[in-house]
């Protein structure tokens, strides 16, 4: 069956930074557009990063442009998200999502929250 799974999350000071993983299977990963995406308490899900599916194109929300950095290993079936010079407004669930013409798959999220 499909599965994406998130790990990577924890606590971190702000400053600091986390590596965030999603690993995949069930589906030919390398045919899907991944996106990073992040919720926090009381707010919309926000689209993070996108990277497509050959990894030639990515795109970053303006908040994390300059300190997250998305990539992919297809050989792996693994997607990551670098994040460094974390903030507090950073803290949130962040969940990953494959997408591929009608297919569309969400992780279960990692937690990050970045204080001191």
């Known amino acids: 069956q499909v599965q994406l799974v998130e790990s990577g999350g924890g606590l971190v000071q702000p400053g600091g930074s986390l590596r965030l993983s999603c690993a995949a299977s069930?589906?030919?990963?390398?045919?899907?557009?991944m996106y990073w995406y992040r919720q926090a308490p009381g707010k919309e899900r926000e689209q993070v990063a996108r990277?497509?599916?050959?990894?030639?194109?990515?795109t970053y929300a303006d908040s994390v442009k300059g300190r997250f950095t998305i990539s992919r290993d297809n050989a792996k079936n693994t997607m990551y998200l670098q994040m460094s010079r974390l903030k507090p407004d950073d803290t949130a669930v962040y969940y990953c999502?494959?997408?591929?013409?009608?297919?569309?798959?969400w992780g279960q999220g990692t937690q990050v929250t970045v204080s001191s």
């Open positions: 999502r494959a997408r591929f013409t009608a297919y569309d798959y």
């Open positions: 069930g589906f030919t990963f390398s045919m899907y557009a």
């Open positions: 990277i497509s599916s050959g990894g030639g194109t990515i």
